[in-house]
């Protein structure tokens, strides 16, 4: 079994250091990468290929693992060449999934997602959709965990579509309201309360959540509006559309937070003295 990955990062290096130990065959290409992705491949010990074309032919799987930005210019520089099963593994939108499999021309392409962050190695959970999902699938023989959800190009993007809308939307109102309690010196109080219906993990994730969406604001603003976009095929996001305006004006407020800070009432304590 050979797999090849195209860009070759922090996910690409993650799945092929389990897939090695399982005796997986790992090729990839960083002609005219940057020095990063040439060290990351070389730490692996992989296969490297003269072109990305070679690589496309020679693979069985070819893992899509580049930049969102990127995956339909992928798609569209290797699309001819690809022999085997094409996987999209980019954090994308269901159109722009379509766009990349006009590329792939023996129509052997798989939408799949990562869920979560690939930090837990092989065992993270992956979805996946598609005419080709099950032959990608028959990685879970080498090692990996990952579920086909149904047979169409779309279903797997559209699904982190909406898992966006969701986590991102309650992360926006989170912010609202603790920002609003913190000012009344009301925030222990509050948490204490929601935590009653919420769970006894609500304060602590909840936290992590305050946090990050202030240092990631922008790039949660366009994830919303993507997100906004794909639901207006559906209905008119109301929800959303406010969660997308919330990080927009979160991301205007620059210099923020460029790290996570260790307490959360610092990040609202900048917030009420406009220091950022
Ligand atoms: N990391 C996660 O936990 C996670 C979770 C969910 C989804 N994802 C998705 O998985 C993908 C990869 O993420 P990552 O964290 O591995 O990113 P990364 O560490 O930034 O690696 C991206 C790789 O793609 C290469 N690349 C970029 N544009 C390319 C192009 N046009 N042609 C060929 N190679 C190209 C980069 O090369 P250079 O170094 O030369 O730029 C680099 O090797 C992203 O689309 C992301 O949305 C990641």
Redesign the pocket.
């Known amino acids: 079994m050979k797999v090849g990955f195209?860009?070759?990062?922090?996910?690409?290096s993650t799945i092929s250091r389990g897939l090695l130990t399982e005796g997986v065959e790992i090729l990839t290409c960083?002609k005219a990468?940057?020095q990063?992705?040439a060290d990351?491949a070389k730490s692996v010990d992989v296969e490297l290929c003269e072109t990305?074309s070679q690589l496309a032919e020679s693979s069985d799987i070819l893992l899509s693992?580049?930049?969102?930005a990127?995956?339909v210019?992928?798609a569209r520089?290797v699309g001819r060449n690809v022999k085997g099963v094409y996987v999209d593994?980019?954090?994308?939108s269901p159109a722009t999934i379509n766009e990349a499999s006009n590329h792939i021309t023996n129509g052997k392409i798989t939408d799949a997602?990562?869920m979560?962050?690939?930090?837990s190695g092989l065992k993270t959970p992956i979805i996946a959709s598609g005419p080709s999902a099950e032959t990608f699938a028959g990685l879970n023989n080498y090692g990996m965990n990952i579920e086909v959800i149904g047979p169409e190009l779309g279903q797997v993007s559209g699904l982190k579509m909406l898992r966006s809308a969701y986590t991102k939307g309650v992360s926006a109102l989170l912010f609202e309201s603790f920002y609003a309690a913190y000012q009344m010196g009301m925030d222990e109080v509050l948490w204490r309360y929601l935590a009653q219906t919420e769970g006894p993990n609500f304060k602590e994730s909840s936290i992590s959540r305050l946090k990050s969406s202030a240092v990631h604001a922008r790039r949660r603003a366009q994830e919303m509006d993507e997100v906004s976009e794909f639901l207006s095929e559906y209905e008119d996001p109301m929800v959303a559309n406010a969660a997308a305006e919330f990080f927009h004006l979160l991301s205007n407020k620059r210099g923020l937070m460029s790290e996570k800070p260790t307490d959360y009432r610092d990040l609202f304590r900048k917030l009420e003295n406009n220091l950022f």
């Open positions: 195209l860009g070759f990062g922090e996910v690409a960083v990468r940057s990063r992705s990351m990305f693992t580049v930049v969102p990127e995956a210019n992928i520089e593994l980019n954090n994308v997602a990562i979560g962050s690939i930090k």
